[in-house]
């Protein structure tokens, strides 16, 4: 039987690339990465959650088309995307005998996609790095668009680059092994992009939450491909966020940035809180006359039948609203929000009245 494999090609003149979706085809990792051009030794950079048996199966992909081969596995978890850790991974690389021509491939969720994507955009003045993401998130997110980076500690995602991959693989196969609360966080991103872009893909998830929610091969491949198509047209548009295109990704992100904040470190996956912030804007875009009821409603049920919380924890709303001004996406403290007009379609919104904003967080 053959595998179903969807392809999705994200159009950026040079630095054009195809997204390989597919069950059960990390073994493919190798030849697809020969095919890209001359290699000669290959970085598997992984965290320890992944490496087995995610990141080992890449990394035998890799050494059976006579590759130098080696395996960096870091901590799990958001305190990695750190300069430390970026200066590990640097430094691993010198101890290595990494150069140019070096590639270094990310096996992982958005954490290790992110800080590898930011190592090969400046190790040696850059080097190619190919992106195995392995959770929901880094499937139909993080690994598409070419946006690598750190932390800073008092600000997420506050130094980084534009570095596109030379490909992306994707095996929604290594599904399985994620947790689930971090597979329903991943479902949040996915109802965005029905939300903001495709009505028709709404109403398929709709349609299909209990199949969803048991990770259907099928269906996983093709959401995941739908969502890569549709972010891929976002970044083919708008690929270093100039022209306000690309901020609509960060529908829901305004108010989630900040009860992801206030709530305490660790507290919300970052979905959870992108699922609250949704709920929120719905409610703001209600509020302002863009919408009718029945957008709130439908994505407020689809995002509770997912298993995402849909009721904002108890935060002081002026705290709340602070949180939202100092965001970095906030320019000189004036608000801006993506807010739906109909189910499928976004407009960004400026300069609301405090007022409204502040409403909406205590309802
Ligand atoms: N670059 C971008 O455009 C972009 C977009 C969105 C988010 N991000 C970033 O992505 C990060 C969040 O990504 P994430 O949610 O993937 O977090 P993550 O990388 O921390 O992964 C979540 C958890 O799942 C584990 N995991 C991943 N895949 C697994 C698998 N197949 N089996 C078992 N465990 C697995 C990880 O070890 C981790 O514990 C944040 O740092 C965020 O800033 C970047
Ligand atoms: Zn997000």
Known sequence: MTKPIQTVRVELGPRSYNIEIGIGNLAEVGPLLTDLGPVSHAVVVTDTNVERPHA????ESLAGEDLAVDLVAMEPGEPTKSIDMAMSLWEGLVELGADRKTVIVAV????????????????????RFLQVPTSLLAQVDSSVGGKVGINLPQAKNMVGAFLQPVGVLVDAATLATLPEREYRSGLAEVVKYGVILDAVLFDQLEANAAGLLARQDDLLIDVIAQCCRLKA?????????TTGLRAVLNYGHTFGHAVETLSGYGELLHGEAVAMGMVCATRLAERLG?????????????????????????LDPDQVFQAMQRDKKSQHGRLHFVLPDRLGHVALVSDLAPADVRAVLGE
């Open 56 to 59: 080992v199966a890449v990394a």
């Open 108 to 127: 992982g969720g958005g954490v290790v996609g992110d800080l590898a994507g930011f190592v090969a955009a400046t190790f040696a003045r850059g080097v």
């Open 233 to 241: 047209d976002i970044v083919r548009r708008d690929e270093h966020e």
């Open 290 to 314: 863009r919408i009718g009821p029945d957008v709130t409603r439908r994505q407020r049920d689809l995002l509770a039948v997912l298993g995402l919380p849909i009721e904002l924890p108890p």
